[in-house]
């Protein structure tokens, strides 16, 4: 017999969107269920996604930096690689952050139940468990915050041990002498990075005509040459047509591109074109809760779906599929829920592709105001002129704002280059505060750091700028 449970506010998915809104009304004051399939919080970003993959990038950054370090005459030996430990150090990152989710889920008073949640009706869920036994769960609201699951492709055999995901990649199980990198966006280009640097001969096959096209071109560019100089080939308007088993460790691939079709065998393929909404095992047809065509659950700006009391946050609402949006419209989500005056009205939110170089980008593209007929100038910076670029070996970044040309305000900023992850969060919060150009190159930046490129930027566009010479026109 199914075991019952009532609660005020259930959240499925324990992930950043959804551990977010459920400690968000704890700390309301409203008595709060927390349901996972995982038995640790953090879902994928945590346990299985952005924060493995960055720990093992901050390891393949700094193999590179040792590298570098030969032209100033610094010169290491060949690393060696014991892989058992860089999979336990990675695992203990992990392993440290979900022990403090738990401790904060306990000090909140949040309580958790692992299983399958499936909706029975708009007002009740049924959850499954691990070991069989079934939990009915009342709730007055909810939050679904299930997150998402990697994409596959048609003809490529995903149960093959030779075919990696985002997940089954940082499992870091070998590092194989070939990988085919299928897909040329952020998961694809990090990871493919990652096994490179640890010594596997990566190709990568993008379907567009160009590496991360939600980027500007300009901006990923000095990427795509990194990944050249570092042996990495990279196949731009391009597809994998057919894929053929010949072994645990043998895959002949055919590749097709305008002019010919090649096949070559790798020893390990990585399919990382995208995400799927993880709405599958909801059973939303037993609510009245409304999807859109591309199967994402549609929401109003108060995270609000078709049903008043059910709420719907992160992935499973669509793009971009990000851990800091989910994150923000949990909080919408919790405070809405619990009679608080809140929406989710951003300007701006910041993508980053944390490669060697990063590249990060926040609020319009120029081919997005190009597409939308936005009138807009660009200040660009380029970091040749960086004191501290010169520094870091990093000559090759680039700062470029793009400003409204009747109003000079701020409508978007991409940068390219070590630490730009960091460095566009100034970007999106000028976009967020309506900075014009005046206001960021009249803002005092510490010298020498590649913080000083964002104001430069702004004074190739006002036409201050002393760091270049830039001939009046």
């Known amino acids: 017999m199914a075991k019952k449970i009532k609660t005020e506010f259930v959240v499925i998915g324990a992930g950043p969107g959804g551990y977010t809104a459920a400690f968000r009304l704890a700390d309301l004051g409203k008595n709060v269920l927390l349901i996972d399939r995982d038995p640790t919080l953090g879902g994928v970003c945590l346990n299985r996604g952005c924060i493995p993959s960055k720990a093992l990038l901050h390891v393949s950054k700094t193999m590179n930096e040792a590298k570098e370090l030969s032209k100033a005459g610094v010169i290491f030996g060949k690393p060696k690689i014991d892989l058992g430990a860089l999979r336990r150090q990675k695992d203990k990152t992990v392993k440290r952050l979900v022990m403090g989710l738990d401790q904060m889920a306990r000090a909140r008073k949040v309580k958790t139940l692992e299983g399958n949640a499936a909706f029975s009706s708009n007002t009740e869920l049924t959850v499954k468990t691990a070991n069989g036994t079934t939990t009915s769960v009342a709730f007055e609201k909810c939050i679904i915050a299930v997150g998402s699951v990697s994409s596959g492709i048609p003809g490529v055999p995903m149960d093959h041990p030779s075919v990696l995901t985002s997940k089954t990649a940082l499992e870091l199980k070998e590092i194989p002498k070939t990988m085919l990198v299928i897909g040329g966006g952020a998961i694809g280009l990090e990871l493919g990075q990652v096994y490179a640097t640890l010594g596997t001969k990566v190709t990568i096959v993008e379907l567009m005509q160009t590496l991360i096209p939600a980027a500007d071109v300009d901006i990923v560019e000095p990427l795509r040459k990194k990944l050249e100089r570092q042996g990495i080939t990279v196949l ?226 006002t036409g201050t700028i002393t760091d270049l010479y830039v001939p009046k026109k």
């Open 236 to 461: 731009l308007s391009s597809r994998v047509e057919k894929v053929e088993v010949k072994g645990k460790n043998a895959l002949r691939i055919s590749i097709q591109n305008k002019e010919r079709t090649t096949t070559k065998t790798f020893n390990t393929v990585l399919v990382a074109v995208g995400r799927t909404p993880n709405k599958d095992l909801l059973n939303l047809e037993k609510t009245d809760v409304t999807t859109d065509d591309h199967g994402y659950v549609s929401v109003d700006e108060y995270q609000r779906t078709s049903v008043d009391t059910i709420f719907a946050i992160g992935d499973i609402v669509g793009h971009p599929m990000l851990a800091h949006k989910a994150s923000h419209e949990g909080k919408v989500a919790a405070e809405v829920a619990a009679g608080k005056a809140a929406v989710f009205d951003v300007a701006a939110i910041p993508n980053v592709v944390y490669t060697d170089p990063e590249v990060a980008w926040a609020g319009l593209t120029e081919k997005e105001a190009k597409k939308m007929d936005v009138s807009y100038k660009a200040g660009e910076f380029p970091w040749a002129a960086s004191g501290k670029a010169a520094i870091l070996s990093a000559g090759e970044g680039k700062t470029k704002i793009l400003f409204d040309s009747n109003t000079q305000r701020i409508l978007g900023v991409g940068i390219v280059g070590p630490g730009a992850g960091d460095l566009i969060a100034e970007g999106a919060l000028a976009i967020e505060m309506g900075a014009d150009a005046e206001d960021i190159a009249l803002t005092v930046h510490p010298h020498p750091t590649i913080s000083e490129t964002i104001s430069a930027a702004a004074e190739v566009f």
